[in-house]
């Protein structure tokens, strides 16, 4: 079954700390992995795909399909970060742009 | 481009009744997907659509719920009879099918709250 686990519903660190929120996968093929956030009073948006390779706002995501795991990564929180962070997955097949989301993590970023 | 439209903004109602949320998407793009918010789910895909036809409709709970876009520019989600346990955050997004960048761009939402 086609499934993403996002462990942590809730993570708090202080500003400055490193930040790694964790995205486990379940596909038997080579899907796509992509980060969206929804900061306060805001749409949930795209971060990053990891097709790209790209780091947005100094957040980073490697997908290792061994583990299948596509943890998001960020050197040293700042405070404009905290949010709801949601890892998803697109089956390569279907043709129509499916997401399957995980259940999402918050991110609290304290001074 | 004022991004996905979503109506109304909070919905609340009592149990038994009809409610209707509204979505009007990008213009251009050809999918537009129903999602749900829950604290204890999280996002779940409910319902999407593309050219306006109803691809994958596994998501929607059950036979109270029913969704249509009878048009490129508008679609529905309806709860008949609603029932508390559908309180959540209705979210809709739409995607251009030529974007090579697969990106899906969300409205604000619906809160609903059933009493």
């Known amino acids: 079954a086609q499934r993403v686990t996002q462990p942590e519903k809730l993570l708090s660190v202080f500003k400055g700390a490193p930040v790694e929120l964790k995205c486990n996968y379940s596909y038997s093929g080579s899907p796509e992995l992509f980060w969206y956030v929804q900061y306060s009073r805001q749409r949930l948006q795209l971060l990053l795909r990891h097709i790209s390779r790209e780091s947005i706002k100094g957040f980073t995501a490697d997908l290792n399909k061994g583990e299948t795991s596509f943890h998001l990564k960020k050197p040293f929180a700042q405070e404009e970060d905290s949010a709801m962070y949601y890892c998803?997955?697109?089956?390569?097949?279907?043709?129509?742009?499916?997401?399957?989301f995980g259940a999402g993590t918050r991110l609290a970023v304290h001074p | 481009d004022a991004g996905v439209i979503q109506s109304p903004r909070h919905e609340v109602t009592e149990m038994g009744q009809e409610v209707t949320l509204r979505c009007k998407p990008i213009s251009g793009h050809n999918s537009l997907f129903w999602y749900r918010q829950t604290m204890m789910r999280g996002l779940e895909l409910l319902i999407y659509f593309n050219n306006n036809v109803p691809i994958d409709d596994s998501g929607m709970p059950e036979d109270r719920f029913s969704a249509k876009m009878p048009n490129a520019s508008f679609s529905t989600l309806k709860i008949q009879p609603s029932e508390p346990r559908d309180s959540a955050v209705y979210f809709c997004a739409s995607r251009d099918g030529g974007e090579s960048t697969d990106t899906q761009y969300f409205g604000p939402g619906t809160r609903l709250t059933v009493l």
């Open positions: 998803a997955l697109r089956p390569p097949l279907g043709g129509y742009n499916k997401l399957i």
